[in-house]
């Protein structure tokens, strides 16, 4: 459901005011920004991979619920300030369905803690880069300060497991 990522930043002295490009769209507590000069932090192996979309994301959120991402397969987050929140990931109990709280709005995405099973946990540190599968229930929790800071490369076509063989970790 996640790796860490053994790769290598080009630099690690990453402020806002210099990499925070226009802003793109907000979604309630997450807001999406065009990202400048990425290639002066992100290694070629990660431009490689061909995301299609990256972005300087920022999280004002303490917490959010257990979901699954709208459209986006595929994430890898570079964390530039990941503001000390641990990310955990689900599996789902028999049965279990999902909700949401609009649904002229939105199709249902959201799981409640009922219905999960803790799968795995991590805690990224200050320029650590996770490859993360957004199709399965995860949720952020334990945030201290705001906002969390992320450069995130995207795929809305490819797997998880596709850009795992890419990187040749398997
Ligand atoms: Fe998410």
Not at 42 to 63: I, Q, S
Request: charged fraction near 25%; avoid cysteine; proline fraction near 5%.
């Amino acid at each position: 459901m996640f790796t860490k990522l053994d790769i290598k930043l080009k630099r690690h002295n990453v402020t806002t005011e210099e990499f925070r490009g226009d802003h793109l769209a907000t979604y309630g507590y997450i807001s999406y920004y065009k990202i400048k000069k990425a290639y002066m932090i992100l290694p070629f192996e990660l431009f490689r991979l061909m995301p299609e979309r990256v972005t300087w994301t920022e999280v004002d959120a303490k917490a959010n619920l257990p979901h699954r991402d709208y459209g986006i397969k595929t994430n890898i987050n570079v964390y530039v300030d990941p503001a000390d929140a641990l990310t955990t990931f689900f599996s789902i109990k028999e049965g279990a369905e999902a909700w949401t709280p609009d649904p002229t709005q939105f199709y249902p995405n959201l799981y409640h803690h009922k219905d999960l099973e803790v799968y795995d946990t991590f805690k990224a540190q200050p320029y650590e880069a996770f490859l993360l599968d957004v199709t399965q229930v995860h949720e952020v929790s334990g945030i201290v300060g705001d906002p969390r800071k992320i450069i995130q490369l995207s795929w809305a076509t490819k797997s998880y497991q596709e850009i795992l063989d890419a990187l040749n970790l398997t």
